[in-house]
Structure formats: C-alpha cells, structure tokens
C-alpha cells in the first residue's frame, strides 16, 4: 500500500520476508568481514557473499541493479560507496566498507559497514567510531508519531558534537520494501520534524557517509565508485530498520537492534529474538 508521496506501508507479512532478507544480509556481512584480510581481492569477497546470499534462498539485490555487475559493493579507504568488487588487492590499514542487498519473496534489506585491517590509525577509529553511533542514533530516532527528518537530525547532532567530520549529501539513506530504493528520501543532516510521519509498516534504510575531510564526492570513470573529492578517508554504516507500535526493529541486526537500543535508552519494536543469535 502507498500512502502519498510514495511511502510504501508493508504488512506485517511483507516485514517479515524483509526481516527473512535482512538476516541473510546480516549474517553475509558478517562473513566477508571474517574473509577480510590483506592478500584478498574484493573480488573473492563478492563470491563469498554471493555464494552465500543464494545458498540462504535470497537473491543479491544490487545484482544488476541499474547495471551493477557484483552482488555487494566493496569501498576502500577514499571511496565512500559503490564500489565494484575487482581484482584490488585489500593490505593492512584498509579501511574496508561493505554493503549488501538481499531479497526474499520480493522484499529488500540493505545495510552496510565499514572496518579496518590491522591496527587503525587513530583518527580513522575516530572516524568509524562517530559513523557507527551516528547510525545508531539515526535508528533510535526512527519512533512511531516522529517525523523522516527526525532521523537526519539525530544523525548530524552525534556527528557535530565528536569533532569536525564531513557529512556526505550527495547520497543519502532511504525508504526501502518492494524496492531497493524507495521514497522517502533519509538526508544525514538537517532539522528534526520535517517529511513523512514515521507510522507502523514504514521501513528506511538509515546510513550516514562520513569523510575525513570535505564532505564533497567524485564518481569514478566506472560509473559506478563514490569516492571523496579531496582523497580523504570515509566510512559508511546502515542498517534496515521498520518501525511497529512499540518501538524500531532493525531489520538487518541478528538481535533485530535490541542490545544497542536498550543502551540508548530506546524500547526495542520487534519480535522476540533467541538468546543465540
Ligand atoms: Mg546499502
Ligand atoms: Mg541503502
């Protein structure tokens, strides 16, 4: 069902293969994290995750989407999103940033992380540190009666207050369900209590992109690779995330987001999750 301007409202049923989704999307991250290591192409990574994308039942969602020729995308260091998985080989001090798409019964998860190889430099740890909480902060901010801004708001106010990081505005989070890349629009900075109410069956993809430096992008000559403009390291961190009656449910966590909410303060809106995962 579309409410106006092009909200998708999911079923419970729908959110449910979007959770189907979001836990192979999670649990493939997870894996090519642990395949990470300097010698390893992004290549190799592609297949690992793609192998196991289909061996979960679920289709790769970035796989030719628009043209894109791989089943994640692998940025390193500069390049903030878009990566094509290539013959790159990864060397201690990458910073590594993977997202991955998967879907079930037609329905979307995304999300994404970055990480480092080796031993960060401080600033980088910095860096990726203040993206991740920025993440979090955006996906508390995702409560039943708010408003789509109240998550840019909550974004920026955790990136202003740990020093001078660039925002990226070029791209920006997103809704997300029976497509990839739905409205509304999920901008990292601005004021709260602006756009769509978030109501239960909503579903965003909230991921801030942050850079060292100037927040300003380039494309590379594949069409494809978002890198910093002035060659400055970036980190880029979503996460799937619905909202029900009670509270956000992220899609694409194991826990569906209950361990970090509660550290936040913030009551967790999904289904029951089992003390393994
Ligand atoms: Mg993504
Ligand atoms: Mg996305």
């Not at 290591?37 to 690992?48: I, M, N, Q, S, Y």
């Not at 679920?58 to 089943?71: K, N, R, V």
């Not at 965003?204 to 390291?233: C, K, Q, Y």
């Amino acid at each position: 069902m579309f409410r106006r301007r092009g909200v998708e409202i999911k079923t419970p049923e729908q959110i449910s293969h979007m959770r189907s989704a979001g836990l192979v999307v999670a649990s493939t991250l997870r894996l090519v994290r642990a395949e990470s290591r300097p010698g390893v192409t992004t290549a190799e990574l592609d297949v690992f995750a793609e192998a196991h994308i289909r061996d979960s039942g679920a289709t790769p969602s970035f796989q030719g989407y628009h043209g894109f020729p791989a089943s994640i995308c692998v940025s390193v260091n500069d390049e903030i999103v878009h990566g094509i998985p290539r013959d790159r080989v990864l060397r201690d001090g990458d910073i590594v940033s993977v997202d991955c798409g998967a879907i079930v019964a037609g329905w979307h998860a995304d999300a994404a992380l970055s990480f480092v190889l080796g031993e960060p430099r401080h600033d980088i740890a910095a860096l990726l540190a203040v993206c991740e909480d920025a993440m979090w902060a955006g996906v508390a901010a995702v409560l039943p009666g708010g408003r789509v801004t109240d998550v840019s708001a909550a974004v920026e106010s955790v990136v202003r207050s740990r020093g001078d990081l660039g925002i990226v505005e070029d791209y920006v989070g997103h809704g997300i369900g029976s497509q990839l890349h739905q409205p509304p629009s999920v901008p990292n900075r601005g004021r709260p209590g602006k756009g769509p109410r978030l109501v239960e069956g909503i579903a965003l993809a909230v991921e801030p992109m942050l850079t060292l430096g100037s927040p300003e992008t380039r494309v590379l000559a594949d069409d494809w690779t978002v890198v910093t403009a002035d060659g400055t390291p970036a980190a880029h961190f979503e996460h799937t995330v619905t909202v029900t009656e009670r509270g956000p449910w992220v899609l694409t966590e194991l826990d569906g987001g209950l361990a970090r909410l509660a550290e936040l303060g913030v009551a967790y809106g999904g289904e029951p999750v089992s003390a393994d995962s």
